[in-house]
T-cell receptor, first 111, second 118 residues
Framework: TQLLEQSPQFLSIQEGENLTVYCNSS?????LQWYRQEPGEGPVLLVT?????EVKKLKRLTFQFGDARKDSSLHITAAQPGDTGLYLC???????????FGTGTRLKVLA | ETGVTQTPRHLVMGMTNKKSLKCEQH?????MYWYKQSAKKPLELMFV???????ENNSVPSRFSPECPNSSHLFLHLHTLQPEDSALYLC?????????????????FGEGSRLTVL
Protein backbone atom coordinates (compact mmCIF):
# COMPACT_ATOMS: atom_id res chain seq x y z
CA THR A 1 0.00 0.00 0.00
CA GLN A 2 1.39 3.36 -0.99
CA LEU A 3 1.46 5.89 1.84
CA LEU A 4 2.35 9.55 1.83
CA GLU A 5 3.31 11.01 5.20
CA GLN A 6 3.24 14.76 5.63
CA SER A 7 4.92 16.78 8.33
CA PRO A 8 4.19 18.75 10.30
CA GLN A 9 0.54 17.86 10.77
CA PHE A 10 -0.30 21.31 12.13
CA LEU A 11 1.53 24.61 11.85
CA SER A 12 0.60 27.99 13.29
CA ILE A 13 2.92 30.86 12.43
CA GLN A 14 3.00 34.64 12.35
CA GLU A 15 2.64 36.62 9.14
CA GLY A 16 6.03 37.13 7.48
CA GLU A 17 7.61 33.91 8.71
CA ASN A 18 8.94 31.19 6.44
CA LEU A 19 7.92 27.53 6.60
CA THR A 20 8.54 24.19 4.97
CA VAL A 21 6.14 21.27 4.66
CA TYR A 22 7.38 17.78 3.84
CA CYS A 23 5.80 14.87 2.00
CA ASN A 24 7.55 11.50 2.28
CA SER A 25 6.97 8.00 0.98
CA SER A 26 8.81 4.74 0.49
CA UNK A 27 7.21 4.43 -2.94
CA UNK A 28 8.30 5.97 -6.22
CA UNK A 29 5.82 8.22 -7.99
CA UNK A 30 5.74 9.23 -11.62
CA UNK A 31 4.31 12.57 -10.61
CA LEU A 32 3.52 14.40 -7.43
CA GLN A 33 1.08 17.19 -6.90
CA TRP A 34 0.41 19.74 -4.18
CA TYR A 35 -3.11 20.94 -3.44
CA ARG A 36 -4.53 23.52 -1.05
CA GLN A 37 -7.96 23.10 0.43
CA GLU A 38 -9.90 25.86 2.16
CA PRO A 39 -12.91 25.30 4.44
CA GLY A 40 -16.06 24.36 2.55
CA GLU A 41 -14.23 23.74 -0.69
CA GLY A 42 -12.51 20.91 -2.50
CA PRO A 43 -8.72 20.80 -2.94
CA VAL A 44 -7.27 23.02 -5.66
CA LEU A 45 -4.09 22.14 -7.51
CA LEU A 46 -1.03 24.30 -6.83
CA VAL A 47 1.65 22.47 -8.81
CA THR A 48 2.66 19.19 -10.44
CA UNK A 49 6.26 17.94 -10.43
CA UNK A 50 7.34 15.03 -12.61
CA UNK A 51 11.15 14.99 -12.79
CA UNK A 52 13.42 13.91 -9.94
CA UNK A 53 15.16 16.97 -8.48
CA GLU A 54 12.72 19.35 -10.14
CA VAL A 55 12.12 22.72 -8.48
CA LYS A 56 9.09 24.85 -9.30
CA LYS A 57 8.23 28.29 -8.01
CA LEU A 58 4.79 29.83 -7.73
CA LYS A 59 5.19 33.36 -6.36
CA ARG A 60 6.21 32.86 -2.71
CA LEU A 61 5.83 29.06 -2.90
CA THR A 62 8.75 26.79 -3.88
CA PHE A 63 8.16 23.12 -4.58
CA GLN A 64 10.84 20.45 -4.89
CA PHE A 65 10.60 16.82 -6.01
CA GLY A 66 13.17 14.50 -4.49
CA ASP A 67 15.87 13.01 -6.73
CA ALA A 68 14.46 9.52 -6.22
CA ARG A 69 10.88 10.74 -6.76
CA LYS A 70 9.80 9.47 -3.34
CA ASP A 71 9.48 12.77 -1.50
CA SER A 72 8.70 16.43 -1.95
CA SER A 73 8.78 19.68 -0.05
CA LEU A 74 6.81 22.90 -0.13
CA HIS A 75 8.49 26.07 1.13
CA ILE A 76 6.54 29.27 1.71
CA THR A 77 8.43 32.54 2.05
CA ALA A 78 6.96 35.42 4.05
CA ALA A 79 3.69 33.66 4.80
CA GLN A 80 0.47 35.66 4.63
CA PRO A 81 -2.96 35.04 6.23
CA GLY A 82 -4.25 34.13 2.76
CA ASP A 83 -1.94 31.10 2.80
CA THR A 84 -4.02 29.55 5.58
CA GLY A 85 -5.47 26.19 4.61
CA LEU A 86 -4.94 22.46 4.39
CA TYR A 87 -1.99 21.52 2.18
CA LEU A 88 -2.12 18.09 0.58
CA CYS A 89 0.43 16.23 -1.48
CA UNK A 90 -0.74 13.54 -3.87
CA UNK A 91 1.23 10.96 -5.81
CA UNK A 92 0.46 8.83 -8.82
CA UNK A 93 2.40 5.70 -9.70
CA UNK A 94 3.71 5.25 -13.21
CA UNK A 95 1.08 4.08 -15.69
CA UNK A 96 -1.88 4.85 -13.45
CA UNK A 97 -4.23 7.70 -12.80
CA UNK A 98 -4.85 6.56 -9.24
CA UNK A 99 -3.88 9.47 -7.00
CA UNK A 100 -3.00 8.74 -3.38
CA PHE A 101 -3.17 11.65 -0.97
CA GLY A 102 -0.93 12.50 1.94
CA THR A 103 -2.01 12.97 5.54
CA GLY A 104 -2.20 16.74 5.14
CA THR A 105 -0.66 19.79 6.83
CA ARG A 106 -3.03 22.30 8.33
CA LEU A 107 -1.45 25.76 8.19
CA LYS A 108 -2.67 28.83 10.01
CA VAL A 109 -0.98 32.17 9.41
CA LEU A 110 -1.76 34.81 12.01
CA ALA A 111 -1.89 38.49 11.11
CA GLU B 1 -15.94 27.33 -10.08
CA THR B 2 -13.91 24.23 -10.95
CA GLY B 3 -16.25 22.73 -13.54
CA VAL B 4 -17.23 19.92 -11.16
CA THR B 5 -20.59 20.28 -9.43
CA GLN B 6 -21.75 18.15 -6.52
CA THR B 7 -25.25 17.91 -5.07
CA PRO B 8 -26.46 18.02 -2.43
CA ARG B 9 -23.89 20.08 -0.50
CA HIS B 10 -25.27 18.82 2.81
CA LEU B 11 -27.15 15.63 3.61
CA VAL B 12 -28.44 14.24 6.88
CA MET B 13 -29.78 10.72 6.84
CA GLY B 14 -30.78 7.95 9.18
CA MET B 15 -29.14 4.55 9.08
CA THR B 16 -32.12 3.01 7.29
CA ASN B 17 -32.46 5.66 4.59
CA LYS B 18 -31.46 5.40 0.95
CA LYS B 19 -30.00 8.47 -0.68
CA SER B 20 -27.71 9.37 -3.56
CA LEU B 21 -24.93 11.86 -4.14
CA LYS B 22 -24.56 13.33 -7.60
CA CYS B 23 -21.54 14.68 -9.42
CA GLU B 24 -21.40 16.34 -12.82
CA GLN B 25 -18.34 17.60 -14.67
CA HIS B 26 -18.29 20.01 -17.62
CA UNK B 27 -14.61 19.64 -18.46
CA UNK B 28 -14.70 16.90 -21.08
CA UNK B 29 -12.74 14.59 -18.81
CA UNK B 30 -12.79 10.83 -19.07
CA UNK B 31 -11.97 9.82 -15.49
CA MET B 32 -14.10 10.47 -12.43
CA TYR B 33 -13.40 9.70 -8.79
CA TRP B 34 -15.07 9.48 -5.40
CA TYR B 35 -12.97 10.35 -2.36
CA LYS B 36 -13.93 10.28 1.31
CA GLN B 37 -12.50 12.94 3.64
CA SER B 38 -12.86 12.31 7.38
CA ALA B 39 -11.44 14.29 10.25
CA LYS B 40 -7.89 13.26 11.12
CA LYS B 41 -7.61 10.85 8.18
CA PRO B 42 -6.11 11.32 4.72
CA LEU B 43 -8.32 11.65 1.68
CA GLU B 44 -9.38 8.09 0.90
CA LEU B 45 -9.86 7.01 -2.69
CA MET B 46 -13.11 5.05 -2.97
CA PHE B 47 -13.85 4.51 -6.65
CA VAL B 48 -12.38 5.42 -10.02
CA UNK B 49 -14.15 5.31 -13.35
CA UNK B 50 -12.37 5.72 -16.66
CA UNK B 51 -14.47 5.96 -19.80
CA UNK B 52 -17.47 4.84 -17.71
CA UNK B 53 -15.70 1.65 -16.63
CA UNK B 54 -14.94 1.12 -12.98
CA UNK B 55 -11.22 0.62 -12.60
CA GLU B 56 -10.78 0.92 -8.84
CA ASN B 57 -12.77 -0.17 -5.85
CA ASN B 58 -10.68 0.41 -2.78
CA SER B 59 -12.30 -2.23 -0.56
CA VAL B 60 -15.31 -0.01 -0.06
CA PRO B 61 -18.27 -1.55 1.84
CA SER B 62 -21.20 -2.58 -0.33
CA ARG B 63 -23.45 -0.03 1.36
CA PHE B 64 -21.76 2.43 -1.01
CA SER B 65 -22.72 1.77 -4.62
CA PRO B 66 -21.29 3.90 -7.43
CA GLU B 67 -22.87 4.47 -10.81
CA CYS B 68 -21.37 6.15 -13.87
CA PRO B 69 -23.95 6.35 -16.67
CA ASN B 70 -21.66 8.50 -18.86
CA SER B 71 -18.31 10.23 -18.59
CA SER B 72 -19.90 13.45 -17.32
CA HIS B 73 -21.97 12.06 -14.47
CA LEU B 74 -21.14 10.06 -11.39
CA PHE B 75 -23.41 8.95 -8.59
CA LEU B 76 -22.82 7.44 -5.18
CA HIS B 77 -25.82 5.52 -3.90
CA LEU B 78 -26.01 5.20 -0.13
CA HIS B 79 -28.02 2.67 1.88
CA THR B 80 -27.98 1.42 5.47
CA LEU B 81 -25.04 3.62 6.36
CA GLN B 82 -23.35 3.75 9.74
CA PRO B 83 -22.55 6.86 11.83
CA GLU B 84 -18.84 6.36 11.07
CA ASP B 85 -19.66 6.97 7.40
CA SER B 86 -20.28 10.63 8.24
CA ALA B 87 -17.70 12.58 6.25
CA LEU B 88 -17.14 14.94 3.35
CA TYR B 89 -17.50 13.08 0.06
CA LEU B 90 -15.53 14.65 -2.75
CA CYS B 91 -15.96 14.03 -6.43
CA UNK B 92 -13.11 14.73 -8.83
CA UNK B 93 -12.37 14.38 -12.51
CA UNK B 94 -9.22 14.20 -14.61
CA UNK B 95 -8.29 13.68 -18.22
CA UNK B 96 -7.93 9.95 -17.63
CA UNK B 97 -6.51 7.37 -20.00
CA UNK B 98 -5.86 8.23 -23.63
CA UNK B 99 -5.01 5.57 -26.23
CA UNK B 100 -4.29 3.05 -23.52
CA UNK B 101 -1.82 5.32 -21.76
CA UNK B 102 -2.57 6.79 -18.39
CA UNK B 103 -2.45 10.55 -18.33
CA UNK B 104 -1.55 11.74 -14.85
CA UNK B 105 -2.95 15.21 -14.95
CA UNK B 106 -4.63 17.56 -12.57
CA UNK B 107 -7.54 16.45 -10.44
CA UNK B 108 -10.44 18.89 -10.44
CA PHE B 109 -12.57 18.61 -7.33
CA GLY B 110 -16.11 19.57 -6.56
CA GLU B 111 -16.95 21.37 -3.33
CA GLY B 112 -18.03 18.15 -1.69
CA SER B 113 -21.15 16.73 -0.10
CA ARG B 114 -21.11 16.85 3.71
CA LEU B 115 -22.87 13.69 4.90
CA THR B 116 -24.11 13.15 8.44
CA VAL B 117 -25.49 9.75 9.40
CA LEU B 118 -27.59 9.74 12.55
Amino acid sequence: TQLLEQSPQFLSIQEGENLTVYCNSSSVFSSLQWYRQEPGEGPVLLVTVVTGGEVKKLKRLTFQFGDARKDSSLHITAAQPGDTGLYLCAGAASGTYKYIFGTGTRLKVLA
Amino acid sequence: ETGVTQTPRHLVMGMTNKKSLKCEQHLGHNAMYWYKQSAKKPLELMFVYNFKEQTENNSVPSRFSPECPNSSHLFLHLHTLQPEDSALYLCASSQGVDSGRAVTGELFFGEGSRLTVL
